[in-house]
């Protein structure tokens, strides 16, 4: 009898433990690969922060559910999200159809495609779109997206660099008119970099499209159907504008 009511106890005891070490029901785990800023990173106080972090945390309270992030590698990261180590990814991630195959994809939160960086002085010119830099030089990393775009512009010539860091050096430093990159990667430039941050400035919209949306385990709707309801009523909203200007602008 005292064994049977020991026992008994312990088995409570373990699962009151479970539970409390355990997520609740109505929170919703999301990896992210946190190396990327300004779209997520760990900060000096070791917390994960970034465009995605604050769109997330927008997205739960506008949808009535908790959220709980962890750190992973990208190169496992997907795998995880399939065997069911956490319910969601969101982590700069593309949609591309190729990946439509393996996983499911909540509305796209963002064209993260080609922007044109300028300095201050060019941008207080009125200058938002690469045709109002004909007779000029323009950079980009060579062989990427950018450099195309740039080609398609007549009387804007194009000078290319090895890496992206050297193009909005040149920038800086006055030998070209304006560099074209990524969204995320010119932000961090020029938002992010103690070097650029006030000297340069991303202008206009993106010109290509390259949407980012937030990645589910395939058939798993009732976890997208959540995120989808907390981002539709976080995208249309000034909420969703000062996320923006926070990382991106």
Known sequence: MKNTALVT??????????????APSDTIIIATDATWPPMEYVNADK???????????AAAKAGGFEVEFRNTAW?????????????????????????????????PYINAGQVLIVTNETA?????????????????????????????VDGVRL??????????????????????ADTPIAADYVLQNDTYRGKLKIVG???????????????????LNKINAGLEKVLTTPAYDEIMNTWLR
């Open 75 to 107: 190169d496992g990261i997907f795998a995880g999200l399939a065997n069911g180590s956490y319910d969601a990814v969101i982590s700069s991630v593309t949609i591309t159809e190729e990946r439509k195959a393996t996983m499911d994809f909540s509305v």
């Open 47 to 57: 917390e994960i922060v970034g465009f995605d972090i604050d769109l997330m945390k």
């Open 124 to 152: 207080q010119q009125g200058v938002t779109a690469l045709d109002q830099l004909k007779g000029q030089s323009v950079g980009a990393q060579i062989g990427t997206t950018g450099a195309f775009e740039i080609e398609k």
């Open 9 to 22: 106890l312990l088995s409570i005891l373990m699962l009151l433990t479970a539970a409390g070490c355990s």
């Open 159 to 180: 000078e290319t660099y090895d890496e992206l860091g050297l193009a909005v050096e040149a920038l800086a430093q006055g030998r070209i008119a304006g560099v074209v």
């Open 205 to 223: 919209d993106s010109f290509t499209e390259e949407f980012y949306g937030v990645a589910g385990k395939k058939g798993n709707s009732a976890v």
